[in-house]
C-alpha cells in the first residue's frame, strides 16, 4: 500500500498468519521496527503504518483526523482494504494508546494486543493535559518557530538513541527529513488530546501483551494503571522507552511467544 493524499502511509510485509497494525510513536517512522519485522513475519503478517505527518504519511487538514476517534476510523479502513476478519495490534508508545483505541472501538475484530511503556495511554487525564500544556506546548513552539530539524535532536525523537542499532538509527534519520511540521503539530496538540484511556482499561476485552522497558523509571509508576486491563501479561526487559528498538532480541522472543499461544487458544476454542 502507498500514501496519497487523503490515508496513512502502510507497508504490508508477508509474513505467516493474521495480518498484524504496527504502529510506531510520535516523531518515529516506517523503519523504527526493522529489528522486529521479521521476527514477527513467523508469527503474522505485519502492516507498518504510519502516523498523520510522519514519514510518507500526509498531513490532513480536517483536524478530526488527527484525533483518537479518527485514527479508529483509518485502522477500520486498513483491515477492511486488507480483507482482514480479524487482526493484532502492536504499538509504541503513541502508537499503543491508538492501538487500544481501536481494541475498545472494535474488540471482535482484534485476536489481541502487544504494546510497549505508554505515558499516553496510562496516565490519568488530568495529569496528561498538564503534560500538553506544559512540554509538549514547548515542542509545539519550537516546530513553529524553527521546522522539523529543531526537534532532530530533542530527547522526544526516538531515533537519537544510542542503544537503537546503528542500521536502524541511519534509517531514522533520513526519514526524519520526511516529516512535516503540520502533521506534528496536529499530532501533538491534537492526537494527545483526550488520549489517555482512564478507566476504560477496565473494558479491554481481549489478551494484551505488555513489554515493559523496566529502566524507563517514570513509566514504572503507571505500571498499576495498566494493570486495569482485565487480561494483560506483563514482560519486564531491560531497556527504557523504546523498548522493542532497544531490546529487539527480548522483544521479539516475548511477543512471539504470546502470539502463537493466544492463536494456538482461538483454533482450539473453535
Known amino acids: 500500500m502507498t ?5 496513512l502511509h502502510a507497508v504490508v510485509h508477508d509474513g505467516d498468519g493474521p495480518f498484524a497494525l504496527v504502529v510506531h510513536g510520535a516523531l518515529g517512522s516506517r523503519s523504527y521496527w526493522d529489528d522486529n519485522v521479521a521476527a514477527l513475519q513467523s508469527v503474522c503478517r505485519p502492516v507498518v503504518v504510519e502516523l498523520w505527518g510522519h514519514g510518507r504519511s ?13 485514527y479508529v476510523t483509518e485502522f477500520e479502513r486498513l483491515r ?10 502492536i504499538g509504541q ?41 506544559t512540554l509538549v506546548e514547548d515542542r509545539c513552539r519550537e516546530l513553529e ?17 544510542a542503544r537503537i542499532s546503528p542500521q536502524v538509527r541511519a534509517k531514522l534519520a533520513g526519514e526524519f527529513s520526511e516529516h ?19 478507566e476504560r482499561l477496565g473494558e479491554i476485552a481481549v489478551p494484551v501483551l505488555l513489554t515493559n522497558g523496566t529502566e ?24 527504557s522507552h523504546a523498548v522493542n528498538a532497544h531490546d529487539p532480541a527480548g522483544w521479539n522472543e516475548a511477543v512471539i511467544r ?13
Do not use: C, K, M
Open 58 to 70: 500526509p498531513s490532513p487538514a480536517d483536524p478530526e483526523r488527527y484525533r483518537p476517534g479518527g
Open 3 to 7: 500514501a496519497d493524499r487523503d490515508h
Open 145 to 161: 518557530a524553527h521546522g522539523v530539524e529543531s526537534l532532530r535532536d530533542s530527547w522526544i525523537n526516538p531515533g537519537r538513541s
Open 93 to 133: 508508545s503513541l502508537g499503543a494508546a491508538l492501538a487500544l483505541h481501536y481494541v475498545l472501538a472494535h474488540p471482535t475484530r482484534v485476536l489481541g494486543a502487544v504494546i510497549t511503556n505508554s505515558s499516553s495511554a496510562f496516565s490519568e487525564p488530568a495529569v496528561w493535559a498538564e503534560r500538553i500544556a
Open 80 to 89: 477492511f482494504r486488507l480483507g482482514a476478519d480479524r487482526l493484532w495490534l
Open 180 to 198: 512535516d511540521a503540520a502533521g506534528l503539530l496536529n499530532t501533538f496538540r491534537l492526537t494527545n488530546a483526550g488520549i489517555p484511556l482512564g
Open 216 to 239: 524507563e523509571g517514570r513509566f514504572q509508576q503507571l505500571v498499576p494503571a495498566a494493570r486495569r486491563i482485565p487480561d494483560l501479561e506483563i514482560v519486564d526487559l531491560p531497556a
Open 258 to 270: 504470546f502470539i502463537r499461544q493466544h492463536q494456538t487458544a482461538a483454533a482450539q476454542a473453535q
